[in-house]
C-alpha cells in the first residue's frame, strides 16, 4: 500500500466550477497534511496546512482532514483557468522526518 | 529574495560523469532535504540534514552523495552518473523537523545522455 494515493486525474472542471481534490494516507499515526500546487516546468509551492481534523480555509480554498477515515481532500472554490496545475498532497508521520508525497492530480479549469 | 536556491536549474551531461546541484536557503531554516522527482512527477525525499546532521538516508545509490557545510547549504554530488539518474532534483528547507511545511528550490532538471 501506497503511504500517500491520490487520483491522477486529469480532473476537469468548468470556470467557476469547485474543483474536488483527494488524498488517503496509509500510516495513521501521522499528524501534518500539506497541499502543495505544481505547475509545469516549476516547483511545489505550499498552499494550506492541516493538522485538526475538520475544515480550513483560505480564501478560495479549503482543507479538510478526517483522522479516523485517513483522509484529506482540498476544495477550491470558483475555479479559474490559473487553478490549472498538478496538486500534491503531503504527509508527514509523526515519527518522520520528511514530507511524504501522492503522486498528484492534474487538474483542468476550462474557460 | 529567493528563499531557497538551487544551482545550476540545468545540467546535460554524459554517462560516467560526475556532478553538483548547490542549494542554499536564506529563511534561517535548520533542516534540508533533497527531494527526486522522476519523469511521472513523483515527488520521492532523498536525503534530509538537521542543522548539518544527516537525518534520513533514503534507499539512495551511493553515488550520491550529500555535504551540508553549514545549515544554510546543503549540496548533492553525483558520482558515475547513469542514464536513470535523469530527473529533477528539488532542495528543500524547513524550520525544523517538527510538523511544519517544507519550501521548495526551483529545481534542477539533469539530463544523462
Known amino acids: 500500500q501506497k503511504e500517500v494515493e491520490q487520483n491522477s486525474g486529469p480532473l476537469s472542471v468548468p470556470e467557476g466550477a469547485i474543483a474536488s481534490l483527494n488524498c488517503t494516507y496509509s500510516d495513521r499515526g501521522s499528524q501534518s497534511f500539506f497541499w502543495y500546487r505544481q505547475y509545469s516546468g516549476k516547483s511545489p509551492e505550499l498552499i494550506m496546512s492541516?493538522?485538526?481534523?475538520g475544515d480550513k480555509e483560505d480564501g478560495r480554498f479549503t482543507a479538510q482532514l478526517n483522522k479516523a477515515s485517513q483522509y484529506v481532500s482540498l476544495l477550491i472554490r470558483d475555479s479559474q483557468p490559473s487553478d490549472s496545475a498538478t496538486y500534491l498532497c503531503?504527509?508527514?508521520?509523526?515519527?518522520?522526518?520528511?514530507?511524504?508525497f501522492g503522486k498528484g492530480t492534474s487538474l483542468l479549469v476550462t474557460p | 529574495d529567493t528563499a531557497v536556491s538551487q544551482t545550476p536549474k540545468y545540467l546535460v551531461t554524459q554517462m560516467g560523469n560526475d556532478k553538483s546541484i548547490k542549494c542554499e536557503q536564506n529563511l534561517g531554516h535548520d533542516t534540508m532535504y533533497w527531494y527526486k522527482q522522476d519523469s511521472k512527477k513523483f515527488l520521492k525525499i532523498m536525503f534530509s540534514?538537521?542543522?548539518?546532521?544527516?537525518?534520513i538516508n533514503e534507499t539512495v545509490p551511493n553515488r550520491f552523495s550529500p555535504k551540508s557545510p553549514d545549515k544554510a547549504h546543503l549540496n548533492l554530488h553525483i558520482n558515475s552518473l547513469e542514464l536513470g539518474d535523469s530527473a529533477v532534483y528539488f532542495c528543500?528547507?524547513?524550520?525544523?523537523?517538527?510538523?511544519?511545511?517544507?519550501?521548495f528550490g526551483q529545481g534542477t532538471r539533469l539530463t544523462v545522455v
Open positions: 528543500a528547507s524547513s524550520l525544523g523537523t517538527g510538523n511544519t511545511e517544507a519550501f
Open positions: 503531503a504527509v508527514k508521520k509523526n515519527s518522520g522526518y520528511a514530507l511524504n
Open positions: 540534514y538537521n542543522n548539518k546532521e544527516l537525518i
Open positions: 492541516i493538522y485538526s481534523n
